[in-house]
């Protein structure tokens, strides 16, 4: 079992930089392929990044495509969100999400993840 927790949000200017970060409890972090979503003021929960258990592989939403960057340091037992560019739409809670299986097809899905931080908030203001 692992807990994640997320920190970084805050309020930014349009096209303004935030860093989100996910760290996890326990020592078998680098078992776990690891996502970001994020829910929007009156929207369904969606996805936006995952990255494999090894920090190859990664999947991105289009809509965050060459501005989002996800990494991970299993040493740090974190993964980052590094995002770019931002904008008014990019406002939204943003959760990590952890589960222990290769990255696959079905990554998108919330159901996909066992577990999920409480969340944080990134504020974009036009």
């Known amino acids: 079992q692992v807990q994640l927790v997320e920190s970084g949000g805050g309020l930014v200017q349009a096209g303004g930089s935030l860093r989100l970060s996910c760290t996890a409890s326990g020592s078998t972090f680098s078992t776990y392929k690891v996502g970001w979503f994020r829910q929007g003021p009156g929207k369904e929960r969606e996805f936006v990044a995952v990255?494999?258990?090894?920090?190859?592989?990664?999947y991105y939403t289009d809509s965050v495509k060459g501005r989002f960057t996800i990494s991970r340091d299993n040493a740090k037992n974190t993964v980052y969100l590094q995002m770019n560019s931002l904008k008014p739409e990019d406002t939204a809670v943003y959760y990590c999400?952890?589960?222990?299986?290769?990255?696959?097809?079905?990554?998108?899905?919330?159901?996909?993840?066992?577990?999920w931080g409480p969340g944080t908030q990134v504020t974009v203001s036009s």
């Open positions: 990255i494999s258990r090894s920090g190859g592989p990664t």
């Open positions: 999400a952890g589960a222990q299986r290769i990255l696959s097809r079905g990554y998108d899905s919330n159901g996909e993840y066992d577990y």
